[in-house]
């Protein structure tokens, strides 16, 4: 007799798990593309897979703590030191408090990317050229938001299994971080530049 349990994700309550994700991975998706057609902004490939990998990795994480939260201990780590190792310990409801955030960090930054009406945007750019500041502002906060859930599961990760912190994924993750600042401020210093210098040419064509 085989006594093997089946795993999680091909019982009836794993299938439904995944089929909500699928719901709202395209429900998010989807209204991401809307809001973009209204405001007649392209919707870039990176944008779309950046949208899918993070709400892929809030899910993720999500299943991961509801099927390892009835196996955790007492008492969990809840601080690292400087090479990684857990020194501090505290009650198993950290997880949680983390996963909260998590999500919370998720849906705001899905929202703001969204609404471009509410950004303060560090240059001024004539209309021709709001799109494509637009756009690139919000392949900024696409990137930030897939990067933090990112660091959130994989955190949460560290402190269920009570394993080290390990540089080798924290610090590519700060490089990552750091990187697309600089890009970002880089590209919209060239967007700037390059309206002001079409300006110029169209005042001086009208001129003449």
């Not at 509801?66 to 969990?76: D, K, T």
């Not at 409801?93 to 990317?113: D, K």
């Not at 402190?159 to 970002?184: A, E, T, W």
């Amino acid at each position: 007799m085989n006594n093997k349990k089946d795993f999680p994700l091909s019982s009836p309550s794993g299938n439904f798990l995944l089929a909500l994700f699928y719901r709202l991975c395209y429900n998010d998706i989807t209204f991401f593309r809307l809001v973009m057609t209204v405001m007649k902004t392209k919707v870039t490939p990176f944008q779309i897979a950046a949208e899918i990998c993070a709400a892929l990795a809030v899910f993720s994480t999500i299943l991961y703590f509801l099927f390892l939260w009835p196996a955790l201990p007492s008492q969990i780590p809840s601080h690292f030191d400087k090479l990684g190792q857990p020194d501090a310990w505290n009650a198993k409801y950290l997880p949680a408090l983390l996963l909260g955030v998590q999500i919370v960090l998720y849906l705001l930054l899905t929202l703001l990317s969204v609404f471009p009406k509410i950004w303060h945007l560090p240059v001024e750019v004539s209309e021709k050229s709001k799109p494509v500041l637009f756009s690139a502002t919000r392949t900024l906060i696409l990137d930030m938001k897939l990067l933090l859930v990112l660091a959130f599961g994989y955190l949460i990760f560290c402190i269920c299994r009570s394993v080290q912190l390990s540089m080798f994924i924290l610090l590519p993750m700060v490089l990552c971080v750091l990187g697309s600042m600089i890009y970002y401020f880089i590209r919209i210093t060239k967007i700037s530049l390059s309206d002001a210098r079409r300006l110029l040419r169209e005042r001086e064509n009208e001129e003449k």
